[in-house]
Each structure stands twice: as structure tokens, then as C-alpha cells.
């Protein structure tokens, strides 16, 4: 089975950009993995950031974008805010069975 | 909107098969292109993905829960469902229902299973 790798931690401070990536043990992620970003805070039911590498949901804050960077899926936050102190999870399809990174968890400080 | 809401028997013993349900309200589950969907999380821990079966019957696994897991549909309940057979405390974990094809964008609130010993 495939195995999808995220950063385990990140911080970023208010104001700030960072990138989270996720990437496949099978190779450079592409398109055809139509990556998918969601957050989760503390007991909360995650939602969906990102779908199909770059696709926004109408909640999805304009601060937040979805990419392919160096072979990996990518997820940029620009202008961090508090509110954005989450962890964050991609999901990677492979030929219909999907898989999911173990997740970053994204301080805002 | 549509909406989904899990249930489940909450506590079940190991060994034993546990069956969830995910009730579908202000929509057909039967119409529109979606793949609807089991996710799982156990406690303090990531997010993983279990099943999703399609309207026309088609269905995809997750390969390391094959073959203890099967997802069924029942489009005259409005609902789709899963069992888990052979449980085992490493199946302890917060179970959800979603719908995909526009980007997950409907979950449920999630029931708990929780395996006993």
C-alpha cells in the first residue's frame, strides 16, 4: 500500500507563509492523485481546504491555496492567522483506493 | 443540504462484527455522481481512509482492511453502511461517513466504536 508523508510540525508566525507538502512513496505526485487538503482543530470534524490539487470550497479562505511543488503536493497559507492553528491532513487517490497523510500539525506562534 | 448522521452500537466486543450506519437526509443517495465514504480516527491519531461505495454498486477498499470490511448501500433507506468483522482493540476509533466527488465536502459528526476486551 502506498504511504503519504506530511511534515509532522510546523509553526509559522502570525502574518506569515508557510507550505505543507505531501508526498508519495510511489513517485512524484501528480494531478491524477488529485490531492486533497483539510484542517482539523481540537475536536472538530475535519473539513475539506483543497480538493483536485487547487479547487477551493466556497468556506475555504482565500489565504489558503492548493499546488504541486518539486513532486509533491503543496499547501500554502499566506498571511497566517491564529484561527489557522490546526492540523492539517492531505489525501492521495490511487486508481480509486485513496490514502491519507499521517497529518502536520501547524502552530500559529 | 444534504446531511449525514453515523450510527453505530457504540461498544462492541473483540472478535465480534460491528455494524455502522450513515443516514442520508435532503438529498437521494442515489443521485448526483458521489462516492460515499468511510473514514476513520482513532484516538489522537490521523485520519484514516476505509471505503466508499458509488450509487451504481461499484466499491473501493482500503487494502490493509479488505479483507475484514464491507460497505453496502441501501438506496430505499436512503443510507449506506459498513461492517467491520473481527474486531480488535486496534479498531477502536472515531468512525465517519462523507460524501465524495466535490471534495468530501459533507461528513458526518462521527459515531465511536469502541472495542472491548
Known amino acids: 500500500q502506498a504511504v503519504v508523508t506530511q511534515e509532522p510540525s510546523l509553526t509559522v508566525s502570525p502574518g506569515g507563509t508557510i507550505t505543507l507538502t505531501c508526498d508519495s512513496n510511489?513517485?512524484?505526485?501528480?494531478?491524477?492523485?488529485?490531492p486533497y487538503w483539510f484542517q482539523q482543530k481540537p475536536g472538530q470534524v475535519p473539513r475539506t481546504l483543497i480538493y483536485d490539487t487547487r479547487t477551493k470550497h466556497s468556506w475555504t479562505p482565500a489565504r489558503f491555496s492548493g499546488s504541486l511543488l518539486g513532486g509533491k503536493a503543496a499547501l500554502t497559507l499566506s498571511g497566517a492567522q491564529p484561527e489557522d492553528e490546526a492540523d492539517y491532513y492531505c489525501l492521495l487517490s490511487y486508481g480509486g483506493v485513496k490514502v491519507f497523510g499521517g497529518g502536520t500539525k501547524l502552530t500559529v506562534l | 443540504q444534504v446531511q449525514l448522521q453515523e450510527s453505530g452500537p457504540g461498544l462492541v466486543e473483540a472478535s465480534q462484527t460491528v455494524s455502522l450506519t450513515c443516514a442520508v437526509s435532503?438529498?437521494?443517495?442515489?443521485?448526483?455522481?458521489?462516492?460515499w465514504t468511510w473514514i476513520r480516527q482513532h484516538p489522537g491519531k490521523g485520519l484514516e481512509w476505509i471505503a466508499y461505495i458509488h450509487y451504481s454498486g461499484s466499491t473501493y477498499y482500503n487494502p490493509s482492511l479488505r479483507s475484514r470490511v464491507t460497505i453496502s448501500m441501501d438506496t430505499s433507506k436512503n443510507q449506506f453502511s459498513l461492517k467491520l468483522n473481527s474486531v480488535t482493540a486496534a479498531d477502536t476509533a472515531l468512525y465517519y461517513c462523507?460524501?465524495?466527488?466535490?471534495?468530501?465536502?459533507?461528513w458526518g459528526q462521527g459515531t465511536t466504536v469502541t472495542v472491548s476486551s
Open positions: 462523507a460524501r465524495d466527488n466535490s471534495g468530501l465536502d459533507v
Open positions: 510511489t513517485g512524484a505526485v501528480t494531478s491524477g492523485h488529485y
Open positions: 435532503g438529498g437521494s443517495i442515489s443521485s448526483g455522481n458521489y462516492w
